[in-house]
């Protein structure tokens, strides 16, 4: 992908060139910015250091021969492309170095071949910068939202639509989404041809974003049509959903403990984005059924003991039970809370045990004291409603025990 900035004083022309540039045949062209004032396009040019800048020569404010001069002193790498209605420019262009000279009006042809030129420019000069290895972007999705590189601050987007759209182009990056599928997902209810110039406007903010905090193009781009490409980034969804696949196939404790490391809050917590609630409970419960799964084999390792004497399984569930509370005495918390939940999960799983859990309820009185009445009430109102396929309420009774232990 190239990048460009484009300076000319009248704005239709601006507009022009810019549709060329999207629309002319393998173009890989991104317009990071258009300016009618040829020194807010040289700031423009001194922040994001485009590959290049088409600019017109013949501007009333300042002479762009002169802007010219001051974009090499500021951005020696970006090569200059001048428009011009004269071709008397030619010769001074060339003296100052620029890539290329575009007559007015400028045919598609002709573009063409200047865009070739150009990327070919761009592609040797990062092939010979590719001799330095490309640093690892980091992006957090789990416990919130955020995107950096080591031992920096995170990137900090010009505006709260920029980081969702990255967000969400991220999540889709398997089935690129088109623009209505974005726009339902990003401003539902607003008119299309409203919401589409947001999206436009959001596309520029991404990538300014990045591009400000030093992420190349070629590690993280999004064309014209709202495809994200990535190249050496580490994704921390992607790091847990590898640990819960060798969790689910190997069985250990090791395996499921590394799985819950890995499970650092919920996806894209406190973001409040609709669209990504569905993936989040998802992998909530991935994270839910590893817990009791990681719970159950610690209980049943040596670290805890079980009844020898006992013949029974149902009996053997039931003192199982009782050694979750028991530890989740002991850590009364969020691994409380996993405790209990393991507790409820089981029982669930032996329902003949639903008529003698109330010497249960008696033990977990002599186990919390004063709280006991809250924890208990909660761990009965869970086993009275489940049944070993209502695994939707099991979620919930799961969260009711957290809310309860967090509370006290």
């Known amino acids: 992908m190239v990048t460009v900035i484009l300076i000319d004083d009248e704005r239709p022309a601006l507009r022009e060139l810019e549709y060329i540039l999207n629309n002319t045949s393998n173009s890989n062209v991104m317009v990071l910015g258009s300016f009618v004032n040829p020194m807010q396009g040289v700031d423009a040019v001194a ?32 090569r200059i492309v001048f428009i011009t209605a004269y071709d008397q ?141 990535l190249k050496n980034i580490r994704l921390d969804v992607d790091s847990f959903s590898e640990s819960f696949e060798k969790a689910r196939e190997y069985k250990t404790y090791e395996y499921y403990d590394e799985c819950i490391k890995q499970y650092t809050g919920k996806y894209l917590e406190d973001c409040g984005w609709p669209w990504a609630e569905e993936y989040s409970e998802l992998l909530n419960r991935q994270y839910i059924s590893i817990v009791f799964n990681m719970v159950k084999t610690r209980i ?48 669930c799983e032996n329902p003949q045990l639903m008529t003698r859990m109330e010497d249960l309820y008696e033990k977990v009185g002599e186990l919390y004291g004063e709280n006991a009445k809250n924890i208990s009430r909660t761990i009965r109102y869970a086993l009275s409603h489940l049944n070993t396929t209502n695994k939707e309420f099991l979620s919930k009774a799961v969260y009711e025990v957290q809310f309860s232990l967090n509370k006290h």
């Open 300 to 347: 049943l390792s040596s670290d805890v003991l079980t009844p020898e004497e006992s013949d029974s399984s149902m009996q053997l569930d039931e003192e199982l039970i009782y050694q979750y509370l028991s530890c989740a005495k002991l850590k009364l918390s969020n691994k409380g809370f996993q405790y209990c939940a393991s507790a409820i999960k089981l029982a």
């Open 47 to 78: 922040k994001q250091k485009p590959d290049a800048v088409f600019l017109d020569i013949n501007m009333p404010q300042l002479n762009g021969i002169d802007i010219a001069s001051l974009i090499s002193e500021k951005s020696p790498d970006t």
């Open 89 to 229: 420019y030619a010769v001074k262009a060339f003296e100052l170095n620029a890539l290329d000279y575009l007559l007015k009006p400028i045919s598609r042809e002709r573009l063409q071949i200047m865009l070739d030129r150009l990327t070919e420019y761009v592609t040797s000069k990062r092939r010979t910068e590719g001799a330095l290895p490309m640093r690892t972007l980091y992006i957090d999705c789990l416990g919130g939202f955020s995107v950096y590189y080591e031992n920096q601050p995170p990137v900090r987007w010009h505006s709260k639509k920029a980081g969702e759209l990255f967000a969400f182009l991220l999540y889709k990056v398997d089935k690129p989404p088109g623009r209505e599928e974005i726009l339902d997902a990003l401003w539902p209810g607003i008119d299309p041809l409203i919401s589409s110039q947001y999206l436009d406007d959001t596309i520029y903010s991404l990538r300014k974003s990045l591009l400000e905090y030093g992420v190349c193009i070629e590690q993280v781009s999004v064309d014209n049509d709202c495809r994200l490409s």
